[in-house]
């Protein structure tokens, strides 16, 4: 199954506190920092809600 690369671009601060908890739920803690998840429904959820803040690339 194929791969999300996501990485945090952008800080929190200012952002709302559901988008920041979302980060957090990502394994995003600061700027720079990069995860691999699962490719499912609900990650692209998450990436969505925070897609101003991260960077998205599919890793096979």
């Known amino acids: ?11 929190s601060i200012g952002c709302k506190a559901n988008q920041r908890e979302t980060l957090r739920t990502l394994g995003l803690k600061r700027i720079g ?21 991260v960077t998205v690339e599919e890793v096979n």
């Open 33 to 53: 920092d990069v995860v691999v998840k699962e490719d499912r429904p609900e990650i692209r959820g998450m990436v969505h809600t925070v897609r101003h803040l």
């Open 1 to 11: 199954m194929a791969q999300l690369k996501v990485q945090q671009k952008k800080s």
